[in-house]
T-cell receptor, first 113, second 109 residues
Framework: DVKVTQSSRYLVKRTGEKVFLECVQD?????MFWYRQDPGLGLRLIYF???????EKGDIPEGYSVSREKKERFSLILESASTNQTSMYLC????????????FGSGTRLTVV | RKEVEQDPGPFNVPEGATVAFNCTYS??????FFWYRQDCRKEPKLLMS???SGNEDGRFTAQLNRASQYISLLIRDSKLSDSATYLC??????????FGSGTRLSIRP
């Protein structure tokens, strides 16, 4: 089974802090994604990556950046955390890019105070 | 108007009932369609793909209506374990993948 591991299940950070969310997958998948999930808004794509050192903006990239130095690892960075970034963050990986066969990590619930 | 819309529910039905819900999409160029299931406080997991000809997996049937731009999910003989949020996913290109907000289903004994 593909495993996608997110480093933290719960995180509390202060406004203005730099926050790193780590995601690691173990099945050699090319494609990795970062979503945030908020009540009533569903999952929204922040960034995605089709290959090492490659990244593409999703629908809501503002306030975020990403890093993909190795194929198995995709990091999401909040440069200066703000309270409106309080959310559930979900990482996913897949062989195919178009929504099929996504495997999600268990999520990181980030609270910015 | 949202690009992908789902009735948030909750749909509250008795065990053994048949329940169906839809997901509408606005982009007629949409190419691929899927249903995911998400349990409370868990990550989404792929339930099934939706093909033009419709597809069935046990008690679950998914259908696509391109003319009216919606997909549907039918669950027969519902079980308590079917209680979850069902998310539809619509893709129009490799970078345009949109999740619906989900429909909450609750099966009562």
């Amino acid at each position: 089974d593909v495993k996608v591991t997110q480093s933290s299940r719960y995180l509390v950070k202060r406004t203005g802090e730099k926050v790193f969310l780590e995601c690691v997958q173990d099945m050699d998948h090319e494609n990795m994604f970062w979503y945030r999930q908020d009540p009533g808004l569903g999952l929204r794509l922040i960034y995605f990556s089709y290959d090492v050192k490659m990244k593409e903006k999703g629908d809501i990239p503002e306030g975020y950046s990403v890093s993909r130095e190795k194929k198995e690892r995709f990091s999401l960075i909040l440069e200066s955390a703000s309270t409106n970034q309080t959310s559930m963050y979900l990482c996913a990986s897949s062989l195919a890019a178009q929504g099929y066969g996504y495997t999600f990590g268990s999520g990181t619930r980030l609270t910015v105070v | 108007r949202k690009e992908v819309e789902q009735d948030p529910g909750p749909f509250n039905v008795p065990e053994g009932a048949t329940v169906a819900f839809n997901c509408t999409y606005s982009n007629s160029a949409s190419q691929s369609f899927f249903w995911y299931r998400q349990d409370c406080r868990k990550e989404p997991k792929l339930l099934m793909s939706v093909y033009s000809s419709g597809n069935e997996d046990g008690r679950f049937t998914a259908q696509l209506n391109r003319a009216s731009q919606y997909i549907s999910l039918l669950i027969r003989d519902s079980k308590l374990s079917d209680s979850a949020t069902y998310l539809c996913v619509v893709t129009s290109s490799a970078s345009k993948i949109i999740f619906g907000s989900g429909t909450r289903l609750s099966i009562r004994p």
